[in-house]
């Protein structure tokens, strides 16, 4: 069993920074890509940021220039740098992972953990 557990969410002011923490645990072999969905209310879930195992990355538009992705191969986490935060950036953040696990490949989501930026 593969569990992913975020952490780092919390209140921050407008322009602030947070850091969010996600670590893979379980019967783990690999894991591939990493990525950080979001979902405010009332809006579908989005790709914010995704990583590869070789530390390839990608952003959505509306945060290139103020996150930052980043993983521990050695640790199977990742972590989102967040700076110059907006009110738009509110939403629940949720850790995703492929995973390789007792000879399957399977892609897992974590619990989420709130981001509030207020203004």
């Known amino acids: 069993q593969v569990q992913l557990v975020e952490s780092g969410g919390g209140l921050v002011q407008a322009g602030g920074s947070l850091r969010l923490s996600c670590a893979a645990s379980?019967?783990?072999?690999?894991?591939?890509?990493m990525a950080w969905y979001r979902q405010g209310p009332e809006k579908q879930r989005e790709l914010v940021a995704v990583?590869?195992?070789?530390?390839?990355?990608r952003y959505a538009d509306s945060v290139k220039g103020r996150f930052t992705i980043s993983r521990d191969n050695a640790r199977n986490s990742v972590h989102l740098q967040t700076n110059s935060l907006k009110s738009e950036d509110s939403a629940v953040y949720f850790c995703?992972?492929?995973?390789?696990?007792?000879?399957?490949?399977?892609?897992?989501w974590g619990q989420g953990t709130q981001v509030t930026v207020s203004s």
């Open positions: 995703n992972a492929d995973v390789y696990s007792n000879g399957v490949l399977r892609n897992y």
């Open positions: 379980g019967s783990i072999g690999y894991v591939n890509n």
């Open positions: 990583i590869g195992r070789g530390g390839t990355t």
